[in-house]
């Protein structure tokens, strides 16, 4: 199994930033990717970014150059650079990490609320 943590989400007005962590424990070994998906009230659940080990990314149309994603795998963490933010973006943001043979985990959400 793989716990996920998240952090750094808050209140933030239109234009502003912030960066999401989430790190990994448990079978570890067995991450092959790692991302942030969100939720809006009343929406499904989407893909926002994700990161293979090797590198590799995968960005939502909506985000590109706007967010960053990025990982420490010595921390088993993914990061998730957020900029130029909009009201649209308020959603709660949660860390998923695909494995190989385990299973797909999710962390708990963090709740990002972009307003004035």
């Known amino acids: 199994q793989v716990q996920l943590v998240e952090s750094g989400g808050g209140l933030v007005q239109p234009g502003g930033s912030l960066r999401l962590s989430c790190v990994a424990s448990?079978?570890?070994?067995?991450?092959?990717?790692m991302g942030w998906y969100r939720q809006a009230p009343g929406k499904q659940r989407e893909l926002v970014a994700a990161m293979t080990n090797g590198g590799t990314t995968n960005y939502a149309d909506y985000v590109k150059g706007r967010f960053t994603i990025s990982r420490d795998n010595a921390k088993n963490a993914v990061y998730l650079q957020m900029n130029s933010l909009k009201p649209e973006d308020t959603a709660v943001y949660y860390c998923?990490?695909?494995?190989?043979?385990?299973?797909?985990?999710w962390g708990r959400g963090t709740q990002v609320t972009v307003s004035s």
């Open positions: 448990g079978s570890v070994w067995a991450i092959y990717a």
């Open positions: 998923n990490g695909n494995t190989i043979g385990i299973g797909n985990y």
